[in-house]
């Protein structure tokens, strides 16, 4: 059964450039969730989506954004890219959603802004 | 969220020695899960637990889920070099817009030969 796989697994950009970060979950999987890992802040939570709709969302300006597609595969977008953006990028699927279920990671996006 | 505290912060030990570590909140949990993450590498699930007072192993590890349902153990028996990584607790939590998952800081193991 393949894991959680996230795309690309490494990119550059510049600041005031936009991106976007793709995640598929494991098959059967409807809930999706992202977070950014920083050395300084450890992992934080982006947003969840489940069922195409946005569930819940974290503390992170409107610049950070998430879709979800009828397959269960995500993407989030980062907007007008800032130099402390750069970050590994998680992405996390599981059956039914964050609360009371087994969520899995997958191997990450690291992002590094210029 | 509501912040995970997770000690020790770091431990460095020789092979063959138990490992201890903990993580605590002030508010209860309905489940807690510990990770382990290698450099650049996504965290990998070791153990999730559903009820206060579970305890599971997974091999050498074995985690337990407080009664008081505020904290968690992760216990590594006779530790070996590939047990070397940072290990995360993560514990789901209702806010007002719904369910987030938070994360201690990490317990970064360093093993001996």
């Known amino acids: 059964k393949a894991g959680v796989t996230q795309t690309p697994r490494y990119l550059i950009k510049t600041r005031g450039q936009q991106v976007t970060l793709s995640c598929s979950p494991i098959s059967g999987h409807r809930s999706v969730s992202w977070y950014q890992q920083t050395p300084g802040q450890g992992l934080q939570f982006l947003f969840e989506?489940?069922?195409?709709?946005?569930?819940n969302k974290g503390n992170f300006p409107g610049r950070f954004s998430g879709r979800q597609f009828s397959n269960s595969r995500s993407e989030m977008n980062v907007s007008t890219l800032e130099l402390g953006d750069s970050a590994l990028y998680l992405c996390?699927?599981?059956?039914?959603?964050?609360?009371?279920?087994?969520?899995?990671f997958g191997e990450g996006s690291w992002l590094t802004v210029v | 969220g509501q912040q995970l505290n997770q000690s020790p912060q770091s431990m460095f030990i020789q092979e063959g020695e138990d490992v201890s570590m903990n993580c605590t909140s002030s508010s209860i949990f309905n489940t807690w899960l510990w990770y382990k993450q290698d450099p650049g590498e996504g965290p990998v699930l070791l153990i999730a637990?559903?009820?206060?007072?579970e305890l599971t192993s997974n091999g050498r590890l074995t985690a337990q889920f407080g009664i008081t349902r505020k904290d968690s153990f992760l216990n590594i028996s006779a530790s070996i070099p590939s047990d070397v990584g940072i290990y995360f607790c993560?514990?789901?939590?209702?806010?007002?817009?719904?369910?987030?998952?938070?994360f201690g800081k990490g317990t970064s193991l360093l093993v001996t030969p």
């Open positions: 996390a699927s599981s059956l039914q959603g964050i609360a009371g279920n087994t969520i899995y």
């Open positions: 993560a514990g789901p939590q209702n806010s007002n817009s719904g369910y987030a998952l938070n």
């Open positions: 989506y489940f069922s195409e709709t946005q569930r």
């Open positions: 637990l559903y009820k206060a007072g």
